[in-house]
């Protein structure tokens, strides 16, 4: 049983070391060179292993038994260590959003735009609403929706309202 603890206790120190470390400890594994091996999977292994060991041990199993136990604890444990780390490296990320992925969006306008000059439209990008400065060819009154068409400056964009069909005579 004291076996099987020191290695239930060596894999949480593996697991630990690599949440602190993060990627620092996947390089002592690059020989192995396999993309489902990562520190975590095998510090949860060898914990699990170990846990997993000590407790079918300690309920009185013979040793085969309690080894078996024990490996089936620990790849269960490190699948699912495995799946998480793939599900946080392999996600989504917000990249950081730049004026031009305002071009082609719809935006409101804020402060009327003349036609020698800048209003100020609001726009949301990617879930980030931007505040940019507007221009536009013909003067474009507040709260009007208007298309982003380009980029004039880091902070100015020129627009052209949104078009709507003429109603209809009744």
Do not use: C
Request: hydrophobic share 55%; glycine share 12%; no cysteine.
């Amino acid at each position: 049983m004291t076996v099987f603890l020191i290695l239930g206790m060596v894999g949480i120190a593996v697991v630990l070391a690599s949440l602190v470390a993060g990627d620092l400890l996947d390089g002592a594994f690059d020989a192995l060179e396999a993309d489902w091996i990562s520190t975590a999977a095998l510090g949860g292994f060898t914990s699990a292993f170990g846990f997993g060991g000590a407790i079918a041990d300690g309920a009185g199993a013979p040793l085969p038994a309690s080894i078996a136990v024990g490996v089936v604890s620990g790849v269960v444990v490190a699948w699912f260590a495995w799946w998480l780390t793939r599900l946080v490296k392999d996600g989504p990320s917000d990249g950081t959003v730049a004026i031009s992925d305002s071009v082609g969006q719809v935006a409101r306008v804020i402060t009327a735009i003349p036609a020698d000059g800048y209003g100020v439209v609001r726009v949301v990008v990617g879930g980030h609403p931007l505040q940019l400065n507007a221009s536009a060819y013909q003067p474009i009154e507040a709260g009007a929706e208007v298309n982003v068409t380009g980029v004039l400056s880091p902070t100015a964009v020129s627009v052209t309202e949104v078009w709507q069909p003429p109603a209809r005579p009744a």
